[in-house]
């Protein structure tokens, strides 16, 4: 069986509520995963949008969402979650609006995709501190033993 990630709130390719985006609560939408690779000792979660500022000409990818060292006995992430309700030993990255935590989904004009990246990795990560995605990514090199995309979309209504 292969890691798969879904979420109650949206289908994969499917529109993101506005309750997980700045028009709304501005909230982390439910996740789930199964299929946990054997030999996982931690899993990581980026979530980013590469369309920035528009789909047609994307220049930029945004990093709404960056946690690390998920335990790989955790299967889910609840809706809304914060800091105080990370599993033991999870920590959380930078995202693009250079502070920890879920920013969601607030494009500027056009729709956009949002990937959800669930990496399952062969190992717990030191303690890196608050890592941008970059950081992230040049220290799970190497220890990426699968991946699991769930993509949403949201487009602004105005």
Same mark, same amino acid.
């Given at each position: 069986?292969?890691?798969?990630?879904?979420?109650?709130?949206?289908?994969?390719?499917?529109? /993101? $509520?506005?309750?997980? @985006?700045?028009?709304? %609560?501005?909230?982390?939408?439910?996740?789930?995963? =199964? *299929?946990?690779?054997? +030999?996982?000792?931690?899993?990581?979660?980026?979530?980013?949008?590469?369309?920035?500022?528009?789909?047609?000409?994307?220049?930029?990818?945004?990093?709404?969402?960056?946690?690390?060292? /998920? $335990?790989?006995?955790? @299967?889910?992430?609840? %809706?809304?979650?914060?800091?105080?309700?990370?599993? =033991? *030993?999870?920590?959380? +990255?930078?995202?693009?609006?250079?502070?920890?935590?879920?920013?969601?989904?607030?494009?500027?004009?056009?729709?956009?995709?949002?990937?959800?990246?669930?990496?399952?990795?062969?190992?717990?990560?030191?303690?890196?501190?608050?890592?941008?995605?970059?950081?992230?990514?040049?220290?799970?090199?190497?220890?990426?033993?699968?991946?699991?995309?769930?993509?949403?979309?949201?487009?602004?209504?105005?």
């Amino acid at each position: 069986m292969s890691l798969t990630l879904i979420s109650p709130a949206f289908s994969h390719h499917g529109g /993101i $509520p506005v309750k997980y @985006t700045c028009d709304g %609560e501005d909230i982390s939408p439910p996740l789930q995963w =199964s *299929g946990i690779p054997q +030999g996982t000792r931690s899993l990581a979660l980026v979530v980013y949008d590469p369309d920035v500022p528009d789909p047609l000409f994307p220049i930029m990818t945004w990093v709404h969402w960056v946690l690390y060292n /998920i $335990p790989p006995t955790i @299967t889910e992430l609840p %809706e809304g979650l914060r800091f105080s309700d990370l599993p =033991s *030993g999870a920590m959380e +990255g930078l995202n693009d609006w250079k502070r920890t935590g879920y920013g969601g989904p607030c494009p500027p004009r056009g729709c956009h995709r949002y990937f959800f990246k669930l990496y399952a990795l062969n190992t717990v990560l030191p303690d890196l501190g608050t890592p941008t995605r970059k950081r992230l990514e040049k220290a799970m090199k190497g220890h990426i033993l699968e991946v699991a995309t769930l993509i949403g979309t949201y487009r602004r209504k105005r």
